[in-house]
């Protein structure tokens, strides 16, 4: 692992479900630091993609290599870079036996084997970089879906990743609470963080991310700054896309 | 539904009685029916069981028969061989209070603050060593009892006790395997399951008992009495499997994808994350599995062993008392009961416990 | 490739872990047939299936043929198979009577009938089945013997037994004729009901049907007349005879107690199992049937019963294979069901894997033929399409 190369480096990637080619052909590089927000209408393969980085898919050809790590049939590659890459959820999957605090000590303990005590602390140093240290004792279940997913984001971040994976984590979300959670997001981002979002939330690409990369039928169609993807999209589908989605 | 009731005139108890019981002739002619059955059973139990009954502890058949009633007498003088079988009579404290240990592991294992892996292990093989102890002797100057005299209600407690440690490891092995991504370890205990699943038991134990010393090498063929327990086990196990697949099923995917995501290995993911929640979510079903498995130890009477229904048949079997069956069988059944009974309501409580608390959420 | 490498391949891990779980599994079977093997080799006897056409050298308590000593072991299999079956279908039909019964009581409105319900109900779930079967056991052996028998309504009921009226007619031919009507029932019930005969005039469905039971009824009748022996009247009546009972027919205690204690235990969990059935149908449902102006026994015949029992059907079917594996436990009593004769077949000839292999098989076919029947049964009448609504 050398995290002076790309973060991310994807060349021709493809993913197959039984006989239904999900993902074909994709080509991405994704610097350090960098932030892409990739959107696509539904069933473009999205999720695929980003489940690909840390493994929860096999790809079935391709490589991916993430801060220089080959993921092939090695166990430990795959063990060493989901150390690396954090991931949060468009259902939060936060564990509902375990209290706020433990979900974020869960992995630290476990996986980098630090001291419960330290592992107390970064956490709710995390959980007040999100705004709820007050709800640390409680049980995921007692929460509300905006601070669910800021619990997940703490999660994430407790682990300390280089990169973190996020995959639509505003809508399964009411209206009011989506605020609460871009702006978490927009303060991780400008701290530094490599990050590759799932979303379609328009205003937070324009605002944080360096590029959108749009994908339909498993493919990339086009990828742009956020000023001219916005303003100028090339691609015929990434214009009837952005027309559906800025209509509303 | 609930707003009409409020608005509504309040009727007479008379009314609402007869509404009840009475609302038309079929059933006013079940209710009669039904009180007509209840009082007549409540009439031959309390007048066979006490009225007519005989508590005197000398009585013999005699006497006994002068009165209509049940002959307690034979509880008094057969209660050690059908408590405790053939254990040496002098020793037969130690079967008591080795009893006693099970019963408290099983009543500190009903306790939600035990409901911990690692307490829950703690006490159950705690508890067995203990009771392994004090029933085998041969330390601590307890004098050594041979498992073969082992009998009554410390056996049934045993057996039932050395089932449910064995299996329950083996049912999350089992159930493990099952969902494993791997595809042979998958089918093949898979097949494995369904194949015990679909024998009796008293096969099983029979097979274990009788069948298995002839297709073993000598040194795994051990003492009946733990291949006994093996085969109940194994049977439980497959049971029990199903039970936390089902459990398995309950849990959303993405559960185990946010462990695989945070870098936790298979060990921690199942440890940590996906058992600790299928056992909650198969809990009345396994408190359930359990209570079956208790009822079940009694089917090693078949096999040879002096479990507590063997040991009160040969209490009643031997001359003098062998009109006095019914009431040595009243007497087991009271003991099976007040367990199995005790256990079930447990469950039942629980249950209503987790559903309460799940629509809280 | 190097070895720190090799042993980190994901393929390789996934391989070796699978070889090695189905060579720990092959290298168990392997040890035990090859050691039973020598066991048996050590006694003289050959391993192989040839014994099946030896001779048993026992006889059988129960048997719905008629069999002697000298009859080969398959034949004993057989009779030992139908015997398990035979307990079976008495005891599921019994069980299901009573479940419906308790079960019924246990969900209506009246008190009195609910607390009759509920009362049966834990007695008889709370108790080990072989408790209850000893229980009953023990109480037909305390039963007079043939010389005091209680006579009642035609039948003598001694320890011995209860004797009945019966005909005198061959075991097989009423073997036959039971399973010609049985036959004839289920067809007539299929044409009736089955949905490819759903286009026929229903005067001709109707017809149909008829035609086919009785089409199996006159089966039935000529094997009772072939089956009949002529010197003899066609009935026979139990009478007491000194110290035994002649004529009539003989109901063995091991027989009816193991039928008993299957029926009243079975009857406790079934009796739940058509509660839950029938707190599983929905409200709405039953307030649309009464808003629709159908009487109660209407909304229960038409509304409540078909919805509980697709219900109930599942669960009942797990049951179901629970109570024929339960039909074991006549060894207890000497009730020579399936498990017994293998039992009985391995204490004489020694042939355990033979026997072992027979017995797993014979159970896996019991069990999935009768899971077969009853989820084909639950698909058919399940409601089809995606349900909204139901129980909230
Ligand atoms: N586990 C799966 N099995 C089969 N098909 C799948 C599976 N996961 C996703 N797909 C299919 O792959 C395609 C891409 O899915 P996904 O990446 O989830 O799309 P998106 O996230 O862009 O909505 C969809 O057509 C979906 O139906
Ligand atoms: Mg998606």
């Not at chain 2, 999350?172 to 998958?186: C, H, N, Q, T, Y």
């Not at chain 2, 199942?270 to 209570?291: C, E, H, S, W, Y």
């Not at chain 3, 102006?293 to 797990?318: C, D, E, H, K, Y």
Request: with cysteine; hydrophobic share 50%; aromatic share 10%.
């Amino acid at each position: 692992m050398d995290l002076n190369t790309d973060a991310i480096a994807i060349s021709d990637l493809h993913k197959y479900y039984g006989r239904f080619h999900a993902l074909q052909g994709i080509n991405l590089t994704i610097r350090k630091g960098e932030k892409v927000v990739v959107c696509g209408p539904s069933g473009s393969g999205k999720s695929t993609l980003i489940r690909c980085i840390n493994q929860l898919e096999e790809h079935d050809a391709g490589d991916i290599r993430v801060f220089g790590t080959l993921l092939d049939d090695n166990v430990g590659s795959i063990d060493e870079i989901r150390r690396e890459v954090g991931m949060v959820f468009q259902h939060f999957n936060l564990f509902p036996h375990m209290t706020v605090l433990e979900n974020c000590t869960l992995a630290p303990t476990l996986v980098r084997k630090i001291s419960r005590a330290e592992a107390e602390k970064t956490a709710m140093r995390f959980l007040e970089k999100v705004r709820i240290p007050d709800q640390a004792h409680k049980f995921p279940g007692q929460l509300s879906g905006g601070q669910q997913q800021r619990v997940a984001i703490a999660r994430a971040l407790c682990m300390q990743p280089h990169i973190l994976l996020f995959d639509e984590p505003t809508s399964a979300l009411d209206p009011e609470m989506i605020a609460e959670v871009l702006d978490v997001m927009v303060s991780l981002a400008t701290e530094g963080m490599t990050m590759v979002c799932v979303t379609h939330e328009m205003g937070f690409a324009r605002k944080v991310a360096d590029r959108v990369i749009f994908m339909d039928k498993g493919e990339i169609v086009e990828e742009a700054p956020p000023e001219e993807f916005f303003s100028a999209p090339k691609n015929e589908r990434s214009k009837l896309f952005l027309a559906q989605v800025l209509g509303h | 539904m609930t707003l009409a009731t409020d608005f509504r005139p309040r009727h007479s108890r008379l009314y609402r009685l007869r509404r009840a019981y009475f609302a038309s002739p079929l059933t006013g002619l079940v209710t009669l029916l039904s009180v007509a059955i209840l009082a007549w059973l409540a009439w031959i139990v309390l007048d066979w069981t006490v009225l007519q009954a005989t508590f005197d502890a000398d009585a013999n058949q005699a006497i006994c028969a002068e009165r209509a009633g049940a002959c307690w007498s034979v509880i008094a003088n057969r209660w050690r061989i059908i408590l405790f079988g053939l254990y040496p009579l002098d020793e037969q404290w130690r079967a008591g209070v080795a009893c006693a240990v099970v019963a408290l592991v099983i009543v500190l294992s009903c306790l939600p603050l035990m409901w911990r892996f690692s307490r829950l292990a703690l006490v159950w093989v705690l508890g067995t060593a203990v009771f392994y102890t004090l029933m085998r002797g041969g330390i601590f100057g307890l004098v050594p009892v041979n498992e073969q005299q082992w009998g009554g209600l410390p056996l049934t407690l045993f057996i039932f006790v050395a089932t449910g440690i064995l299996g329950m490891p083996l049912a999350i092995g089992l159930a493990l395997m099952r969902r494993s991504e791997l595809p042979v370890i998958a089918r093949v205990s898979g097949w494995i399951i369904d194949t015990i699943r679909s024998l009796p038991l008293l096969a099983i134990l029979f097979t274990c008992a009788i069948v298995l010393p002839f297709m073993l090498p000598g040194f795994l063929i051990g003492e009946k009495l733990y291949r006994v327990i093996f085969g109940a086990a194994l049977f439980f196990a497959a049971y029990q499997a199903e039970i936390i697949r089902g459990g398995f099923q309950g849990i959303p995917r993405g559960q185990e994808e946010a462990a695989k995501a945070l870098g936790l290995g298979y060990w921690q993911r199942m440890g940590k994350v996906v058992l600790p929640q299928a056992f909650r979510l198969a809990l009345p079903a396994t408190i359930n599995q359990f209570v079956i498995a208790f009822m079940e130890t009694s089917l090693v009477v078949v096999v040879g062993f002096m479990e507590l229904l063997a040991a009160s048949n040969t209490a009643f079997r031997t001359g003098e008392w062998r009109f006095a069956y019914i009431e040595v069988y009243v007497f087991i059944s009271a003991i099976y009961f007040a367990f199995v009974f005790g256990l079930s309501r447990y469950g039942a409580w629980l249950e209503a416990r987790m559903s309460a608390g799940q629509r809280k959420d | 490739m190097d070895r720190a490498s090799f042993w980190r391949s994901k393929t390789i891990r996934d391989g070796v872990l699978q070889a090695a779980f189905l060579a720990a599994l092959i290298g168990l079977v392997l040890t035990a047939v090859l050691t039973a093997r020598a066991n048996l080799a050590a006694q003289g006897l050959t391993s192989g299936f040839d014994f099946l056409w030896k001779s048993t050298g026992w006889e059988m308590n129960f048997t719905l043929l008629h069999s002697e000593r000298d009859d080969p072991y398959w034949y004993f299999l057989l009779l030992g198979l139908m015997n398990t079956l035979f307990m079976g279908t008495i005891g599921l039909a019994g069980a299901s009577v009573i479940g419906l019964v308790v079960g019924l009581m246990r969900s209506g409105r009246n008190p009195a009938a609910r607390l009759l319900g509920t009362l049966y109900i834990e007695l008889f779930r709370n108790l080990p089945l072989i408790v209850q079967l000893f229980f009953w056991y023990a109480l037909a052996n305390a039963l007079p013997n043939p010389r005091q028998a209680i006579e009642f309504a035609g039948a003598i009921i001694s320890s011995r037994g209860i004797y009945v009226p019966g005909l005198t007619v061959t075991s097989g031919a009423v073997a036959l004729a039971v399973a010609a009507l049985l036959i004839g029932a289920a067809l007539a019930i299929w044409i009736a009901t089955a949905r490819r005969f759903r286009r026929m005039e229903r005067q001709r469905q109707r017809g149909a049907a008829l035609m086919a039971f009785g089409l199996a009824a006159l089966v039935a009748v000529i094997a009772l007349v072939t089956g009949h022996d002529s010197t003899q009247p066609w009935t026979t009546f139990p009478a007491v005879d000194g110290l035994r009972v002649s004529g009539g027919f003989r109901i063995q205690p091991e027989f009816y107690c193991l039928a008993i204690a299957i029926m009243t235990y079975g009857g406790a969990y079934i009796g739940e199992i058509v509660r839950g059935g029938f707190k599983a149908v929905g409200r709405g449902q039953m307030e649309a049937s009464r808003a629709l102006g159908l009487s109660n026994w209407q909304v229960f015949t038409q509304v409540q019963m078909p919805l509980a029992f697709r219900a109930m059907l599942p669960i009942l079917i797990n049951q179901y294979v629970w109570l024929i594996k339960a039909t074991t436990l006549g060894i207890a009593v000497g009730f020579s069901d399936f498990f017994m004769v293998i039992a009985s077949s391995i204490n004489h000839s020694g042939q355990t894997i033979e026997f072992i292999s027979i017995l797993v098989g014979g159970f896996l076919f019991i069990n999935f033929s009768l899971a077969a029947i009853l989820n084909r049964l639950n698909r058919a009448i399940a409601l089809k399409g995606h349900q909204t609504g139901g129980a909230a």
